[in-house]
């Protein structure tokens, strides 16, 4: 297993991010426009909140859950290579997370379904739990 292989689902999910960024503002700018209200009203997420349609916060409430547990996911990542743990459970369980975590991001920015984006967020957080319990318990056995 070449280590190095982690590496890539932390880049598709840094890039997954990316994506909903420039979506959020893709968005967000012309419901601004539409709205036709001063730029200076939207001084906090309330105040977009009160005077946009809904739909226009669905993207930066899902870029606010792309840096929660994928900030634990990419020092997660990062322990792995740096101690040379990284092995096929690990690669596979990395892809899975990301996995998850594009189809949570499909939901949350488009139709909002809140169960199945539910259903998705916490599968990704199974997934790393166990990548993070695996990595702890091997940790600890190491040093016993």
Partial sequence: ????AIF???LGLMTLTAVVWFHMYAVRIPAM???RIDVQTYTTPQKVIEHLPVEASYPANNLKNLLELPVLFYGLCLYLYV??????????????FLMLRVLHSIVHCTRNIVIVRFYLYASGAVVLWCMLGRALFSAIAVHF
């Fill in 1 to 4: 297993m070449n280590a190095d």
């Fill in 8 to 10: 890539l689902p932390m």
């Fill in 33 to 35: 426009k539409r709205a």
């Fill in 83 to 96: 101690t040379g743990s990284v092995d096929s459970f690990y690669v596979f369980a990395a892809w899975a």
